[in-house]
């Protein structure tokens, strides 16, 4: 039974559901409840997943490649936005990007 669902792509349809509501609940949490992780702490690696999730059920309900493509893709996107929102100087680390802090002329 689980095979089946895995193979007409229902599961991985699951799987995208409960990150919309893992999403949903962490919204929740962040502005009405005051508690957890902002958003842009979390929102891109969530999005990433879901499409690599749709990336899968495309491939395995043998749908054309350019569909299989714009998934991962959109994917890749999601996950470089990401990396470059948490890219950034951390505290007490040099601003520059040299190694004792100091301007490169």
């Known amino acids: 039974m689980l095979a089946a669902r895995f193979a007409d792509g229902t599961l991985l349809l699951g799987i995208v559901l409960l990150i919309a509501v893992e999403a949903a609940l962490l ?3 962040w502005y009405a409840r005051g508690i957890g992780l902002a958003p842009r702490a979390w929102v ?4 990433s997943g879901a499409l690599l999730m749709m990336a899968v059920r495309a491939a395995l309900l043998d749908q054309p490649w ?3 493509a714009f998934w991962l893709l ?3 996107f999601a996950h470089l936005l990401d990396g470059f929102a948490r890219w950034g100087a951390r505290p ?3 601003p520059t990007g040299t190694i004792d802090g100091s301007p490169t002329d």
């Open 92 to 94: 007490g680390h040099p």
């Open 44 to 47: 891109g690696n969530l999005v």
């Open 27 to 29: 919204l929740y949490l």
């Open 74 to 76: 959109a994917a890749l």
């Open 66 to 68: 350019i569909l299989v």
